[in-house]
């Protein structure tokens, strides 16, 4: 087992730990080329999105052609698409290789996960897969630290670089521990991916552009319009297909489809806030980028060690009221940071919210997992899964976007006028997240069932 959760865990920890490792170096990619801040959303945003889009797509090719082939091609994709991040010469450059990045890493986190539940016996999967959710927590928690100290250290440019080493010993083990499996090969819904990435991609372009041109101008809202009936013809198309990508029944459960729109709404309040937050330190109080990524480990590391706890806390309180308390955590978190941020604050008064934020997120996560896999049939909880993640992936990118899109509306880019859009983009993710809380009034009584 440990062989196979060290072939599996190294790849996920790396593509987890891209993720947030460029927070605390936008700064320095912002001066390298002279980016805007539109640049700035779209080197996160441009990982995200294909990431997001093509999580169940790697499931399905897995099954088909063999998850042991396809995870050790996306890992070679990844670390040459790293090298390729590394030797951009334009931020035009940089977004194209991170967009790659972004879609052979939902390969690899996907089809690692798929692997490490066919190498390992039933009974001792789930110790397996905590682990494997271990090292996908470690390189969240540690990658605006990560990257802070390689920025600082070393180049901007290293933290691309480091993944080159990590992916070839990758691979090597993949090739060595792991044996082909493959699922029940199903059709690939290649007009359902088409359709689902174009229409993420015009809406968060609307979003993104929004902030030059204005909301009401015809430019942004004709994006936007387009992006809303590209989603709709996706919609049709998935209801109409013999074996869509995303089969609508599993959203006739109110659970399901409740507990998918928590899991989006917080992460657009929360990954659309550290975007931020980690570059106020240095923007405007001069920190440099590892202090700036340090600060954050409040937020970052403790659902590290909140959410293991969680799984007694479920069968003792039941799920659905854990992500309750974890969103109000949150949601007061964000209230509480705009309240206190100003061009002065020390960080000893952005300790406690950044640590309330911590704990909200490690108590919301595991059991916003384990509901989303109750509330289907079993033969269904690996879509379940998938969507979720998606759901979750989306947020992302979603957050990003639309919070810096009010952050530039209502402030900019300097010390003088960083906070003036900070705090408007804090309150707003409060109140998606305060949005989030309240739907889950709509969840029954549900306890997640102990394995």
């Known amino acids: 087992m440990k062989a196979a959760i060290a072939a599996v865990g190294l790849p996920a920890f790396m593509v987890s730990l891209d993720n947030l490792v460029v927070t605390t170096a936008l700064p320095a990619m912002r001066t390298a080329f002279d980016a805007s801040t ?34 050790i091609a996306a890992i070679g994709v990844f670390t040459l698409a790293s090298a390729g991040c ?48 271990g090292f996908t927590g470690l390189g969240v928690a540690i990658g605006p630290v990560l990257g802070g100290a390689v920025v600082e250290g070393l180049h901007w440019t290293w933290i691309f670089w480091l993944n080159v080493p990590v992916g070839l010993v990758a691979m090597v083990l993949a090739g060595r ?21 174009g229409s ?23 994006t936007l319009a387009g992006g809303a009936a590209i989603f709709a013809l996706f919609l049709g198309w998935q209801a109409r297909g013999k074996d869509p990508m995303l089969p609508l029944r599993l959203f006739r459960s109110r659970v399901f489809s409740v507990i998918n729109t928590l899991s989006f709404s917080l992460n657009i309040g929360v990954y ?29 590391l403790v659902p590290l060690f909140v959410g293991p706890a969680t799984g ?12 309750l308390a974890g969103q109000v955590m949150v949601a007061v978190s964000l209230v509480w940071m705009a309240s206190a941020f100003s061009a002065e604050v020390a960080f000893g008064w952005l300790f406690g919210p950044f ?23 079993e033969g269904e909880r690996a879509v379940a899964a998938g969507v979720n993640n998606t759901a979750r992936e989306l947020g992302v990118a979603v957050g990003v976007a639309m919070l810096v899109s009010i952050f530039a509306t ?31 009034g709509l969840l029954p009584g549900f306890r997640a069932r102990s394995r």
């Open 272 to 300: 659309g806030s550290i975007f931020l937050l980690a570059q106020f330190f240095q923007v405007v109080q001069g920190a440099s980028p590892l202090q700036a990524g340090l600060r954050t480990l409040p937020c970052s």
């Open 355 to 377: 640590l309330l934020a911590g704990i909200g997120l490690g108590l919301s996560y595991p059991p916003i997992s384990a509901i989303a896999l109750e509330a289907v049939p």
């Open 86 to 133: 590394a030797l951009a010469g334009t931020v035009g450059e940089l977004k194209v290789a991170r967009a790659v990045q972004g879609a052979s890493g939902a390969f690899v986190m996907t089809l690692s996960l798929a692997l490490l539940a066919a190498a390992v016996p039933a009974g001792r999967r789930p110790l397996a897969i905590a682990l494997w959710s």
């Open 312 to 323: 007694l806390l479920m069968a003792r309180w039941g799920a659905a009221r854990l992500v």
């Open 38 to 71: 539109s640049d700035l959303q779209w080197i996160v945003d441009a990982y995200t999105l294909p990431y997001a889009a093509l999580l169940l797509t790697a499931a399905a090719l897995g099954d088909r052609f063999g998850r042991r082939l396809i995870f």
């Open 177 to 197: 521990l792991l044996s082909e499996s493959r699922g029940a090969a199903r059709r690939i819904d290649l007009a359902g991916i088409a359709l689902l990435t």
């Open 200 to 222: 993420i991609f015009v809406l968060v372009w609307g979003v993104v552009e929004a902030p030059t041109h204005g909301w009401s101008s015809p430019r942004v809202l004709l």
């Open 410 to 440: 209502q402030g900019g880019y300097t010390p003088a006028t960083f906070v003036d859009g900070l705090n408007p983009a804090l309150f707003t993710a409060s109140v998606i997240v305060a949005a989030g809380a309240a739907l889950t």
